[in-house]
């Protein structure tokens, strides 16, 4: 694919002075240290409202189990810069003799509905969809661990109306207290993020464009390894800063940009991990054949992108279907991404392997010349 280092381009690397060099450090170290004060002086990322909601049993003749009924109204003000909410619960219980309690039972939300102001009509969301129960198993000593009931991908009302159900509680004389908790991104941290987006997308973009413009003058075929990857990965980080972002805050349930998102990420890192075999692999191995160089690497590099791809797709069509899915718990019902996971486990350790067998084989070749050597000075 490429030409031997003789008939390639000079890389500028080759050529800089240890003045330029230890400039070179100077400004990533700049860089890296002005991130970091950034980041430790922005503001904070999440923002919580705490509210308590009244408890009604529910032993009707009906009912074969215990349950319990929760309607409970968010506090006004959300906005699109809110991203996310979440409603997360904390049950408190009985103090017992026990280290630790079993409390199970059945999330089911029945109603999740957004207003846009105080005098506007209440808008229906989900409402009696089955698919919107999950079994929950949590352990209690005092207190449980807070669970997740609900996560809103993205927040299109000032105001949710949210009614949701515990039902077949395992133990319901064991719950004392419940505490809920909605959770949010803080404004002021979204508009740090967009601009700081923003600023980076304009700076890999004039990056990428002078470079190319520097490589313009010479012919596709002269650029060496290096340079034609570094072209393309420069693309890809365009791409990995979501130049359509500002979508999440236009266009209300934009499944169409999380994917695209979850499209360009898994790419670029996907894109990365192939840069660093071939490059490795390139210094040993001269002759660079489609068939027996590059094809392996897409291969292994290939499966991880659409098992990563896959899972993160899911995921985020999941949760916006289904607020009150959690991947980490409600996997019964996706045996797909058990099954992508193991495979890009899978495809991962291939991927060690084939890096450690080329890293041996370098070994054993330095080896053998450094025994050579050894028999020549002998000589001498």
């Given at each position: 694919m490429a030409g031997n280092m003789d008939t390639c381009i000079q890389l500028r690397l080759h050529t800089l002075t240890k003045r330029q060099y230890l400039l070179v450090f100077f400004g990533f170290f700049a860089a890296f240290t002005l991130t970091v004060i950034i980041g430790a002086a922005s503001p904070k990322v999440l923002a919580s409202f705490t509210q308590y909601l009244g408890v009604e049993w529910?032993?009707?003749?009906?009912?074969?189990?215990?349950?319990?009924?929760?309607?409970?109204?968010?506090?006004?003000?959300?906005?699109?810069?809110?991203?996310?909410?979440?409603?997360?619960?904390?049950?408190?219980?009985?103090?017992t003799s026990a280290d630790y309690e079993q409390?199970?039972?059945?999330?089911?939300?029945?109603?999740i509905q957004g207003q846009d102001g105080d005098a506007e009509p209440w808008k229906t969301l989900y409402q009696g969809i089955e698919i919107l129960q999950h079994a929950r198993d949590l352990k209690c000593k005092k207190t449980c661990k807070p669970f997740t009931v609900l996560h809103l991908g993205q927040v299109s009302h000032k105001r949710y109306d949210v009614q949701?159900?515990?039902?077949?509680?395992?133990?319901?004389?064991?719950?004392?207290?419940?505490?809920?908790?909605?959770?949010?991104?803080?404004?002021?941290?979204?508009?740090?993020?967009?601009?700081?987006?923003?600023i980076f997308i304009i700076l890999t973009f004039i990056t990428a464009f002078q470079y190319m413009r520097a490589l313009r003058a010479f012919s596709v075929k002269d650029w060496c390894l290096e340079q034609r990857w570094i072209t393309f990965l420069l693309i890809m980080l365009v791409l990995f800063n979501n130049p359509l972002y500002p979508l999440h805050f236009l266009v209300a349930?934009?499944?169409?940009?999380?994917?695209?998102?979850?499209?360009?990420?898994?790419?670029?890192?996907?894109?990365?991990?192939?840069?660093?075999?071939?490059?490795?692999?390139s210094v040993q191995e001269a002759p660079r054949k489609y068939l027996t160089f590059y094809l392996p690497k897409f291969f292994i590099v290939g499966l991880v992108w659409l098992a990563a791809l896959t899972i993160m797709s899911w995921e985020e069509y999941n949760s916006l279907s289904?607020?009150?899915?959690?991947?980490?718990?409600?996997?019964?019902?996706?045996?797909v991404c058990i099954s992508e996971s193991d495979h890009g486990q899978c495809t991962r350790c291939l991927t060690m392997v084939n890096v450690l067998r080329h890293a041996a084989s370098r070994y054993r070749c330095a080896c053998r010349a450094r025994h050579f050597l050894n028999i020549d000075w002998l000589g001498l």
């Open positions: 529910s032993d009707t003749p009906s009912n074969i189990t215990n349950s319990v009924d929760y309607a409970g109204k968010s506090p006004p003000g959300w906005t699109s810069f809110s991203q996310e909410l979440w409603l997360k619960c904390t049950i408190e219980t009985e103090e409390l199970r039972f059945k999330l089911r939300v029945t109603s949701f159900s515990l039902e077949q509680i395992s133990d319901r004389e064991l719950i004392s207290n419940m505490t809920f908790e909605w959770e949010y991104y803080s404004p002021e941290f979204t508009q740090l993020q967009v601009w700081s987006q923003f349930q934009a499944w169409g940009e999380r994917f695209f998102e979850a499209l360009f990420k898994t790419t670029f890192i996907c894109s990365l991990l192939l840069f660093w075999l071939c490059t490795l692999h289904d607020p009150a899915y959690q991947m980490h718990l409600d996997t019964g019902s996706f045996k």
